[in-house]
C-alpha cells in the first residue's frame, strides 16, 4: 500500500486533459486501489439523472458490489453519489443501514467499504467506491482523506471531458451552419436565374416556400439545388 506521498505523486503525474474520460477514470480507479490506505477494489459511479453506472473499477469485487447496489436503486455508492456525504460501512456482517444489499455483498468478498461523493459545480454527480475484504479497513482518517484527493481529480476528469463534448457539439453546430448557409445561398443563385429576381428577392421566395409546405428552409435549399444536379 502506498504512503500519502505516493498518492500525491502519482495524482500530479495523472494527465487529464486531452484524454478520453474511459481511460483517466481507469487509470484513477488503479491509483485508489494503490494508494488508499485499505484499498483492494475500487470503481466510479457517475450518476446522470436516475441513472447510476460503474464508469470505471479495478478489480471485479468493486464492479460486482456495485450492481448490486443498481438492480435495488440504493446503497452506499449511490446515496452518496445522490446525497454528497460520505458513507462507511466498517462491517457488512453488522451493519443494519441496507439490509438487503449487505446481506448480498458479503457474499461477493466486501467486509468494508467507503465512499466519497464527486463533487462538481457546487453539486454531485457520483461516488468513488473503495472495497476491501477485511472489516475496518477505511476506519482512518487517512483513508478518507485519500479518498477524498482521488474524487477530487475524478471531478476533474468528468469536468475536462464535458467541457470539451460541448466544444465538439459547438463545433458540429457550427459546420451544419455553415453547410446550411452555404446551400441557401446555392438556392438563392438558382433562382435568381430562373426568376430574373435579385437576391433579397430570392430568399424571400425560400422563406416563402418553407411557410407554404412546413419545411426547414435549408430542406428546401437542398431541393432546389439537388433538382438542378439532376437535370446535367
Known amino acids: 500500500m502506498g504512503t500519502v506521498e505516493d498518492l500525491w505523486r502519482a495524482l500530479s503525474r495523472l494527465r487529464l486533459a486531452d484524454r478520453a474520460l474511459d481511460d483517466?477514470?481507469?487509470?484513477?480507479?488503479?491509483?485508489?486501489?494503490?494508494?488508499?490506505?485499505?484499498?483492494?477494489?475500487?470503481?466510479?459511479?457517475?450518476?446522470?439523472?436516475?441513472?447510476?453506472?460503474?464508469?470505471a473499477h479495478h478489480g471485479d469485487m468493486a464492479l460486482?458490489?456495485?450492481?448490486?447496489?443498481?438492480?435495488?436503486?440504493?446503497?452506499?455508492?449511490?446515496?452518496?453519489?445522490?446525497a454528497g456525504v460520505v458513507l462507511r460501512i466498517d462491517d457488512t456482517r453488522t451493519e443494519t443501514r441496507w439490509p438487503e444489499y449487505v446481506a448480498r455483498v458479503v457474499e461477493v468478498g466486501v467486509r468494508s467499504s467507503l465512499s466519497m461523493p464527486?463533487?462538481?459545480?457546487?453539486?454531485?454527480?457520483?461516488?468513488?467506491n473503495i472495497y476491501s475484504t477485511r472489516p475496518a479497513a477505511f476506519a482512518s482518517d487517512g483513508s478518507v482523506e485519500a479518498a477524498r484527493q482521488v474524487a477530487e481529480a475524478v471531478a476533474v476528469a468528468v469536468a475536462?471531458?464535458?467541457?470539451?463534448?460541448?466544444?465538439g457539439e459547438h463545433a458540429r453546430n457550427m459546420e451544419l451552419a455553415m453547410q446550411s448557409?452555404?446551400?441557401?445561398?446555392?438556392?438563392?443563385?438558382?433562382?435568381?436565374?430562373?426568376?430574373?429576381?435579385?437576391?433579397?428577392?430570392?430568399?424571400?421566395?425560400?422563406?416563402?416556400?418553407?411557410?407554404?409546405?412546413?419545411?426547414?428552409?435549408r430542406d428546401i435549399a437542398t431541393g432546389i439545388v439537388a433538382s438542378t444536379q439532376d437535370r446535367r
Not at 456495485?66 to 452518496?80: I, K, S
Not at 464527486?118 to 468513488?128: F, N
Open 24 to 55: 483517466a477514470l481507469d487509470e484513477v480507479t488503479r491509483i485508489a486501489a494503490e494508494n488508499v490506505p485499505g484499498a483492494e477494489s475500487t470503481s466510479i459511479t457517475l450518476i446522470r439523472g436516475d441513472v447510476a453506472t460503474t464508469a
Open 64 to 82: 460486482a458490489a456495485d450492481e448490486l447496489q443498481y438492480e435495488r436503486g440504493y446503497g452506499p455508492c449511490m446515496d452518496a453519489g445522490r
Open 118 to 128: 464527486l463533487p462538481y459545480q457546487a453539486t454531485t454527480i457520483g461516488a468513488l
Open 160 to 167: 475536462n471531458a464535458d467541457a470539451h463534448a460541448q466544444l
Open 181 to 217: 448557409r452555404a446551400v441557401i445561398e446555392q438556392a438563392k443563385g438558382v433562382l435568381m436565374a430562373q426568376r430574373h429576381v435579385d437576391a433579397d428577392a430570392a430568399f424571400e421566395l425560400l422563406r416563402e416556400a418553407s411557410q407554404r409546405y412546413n419545411r426547414k428552409l
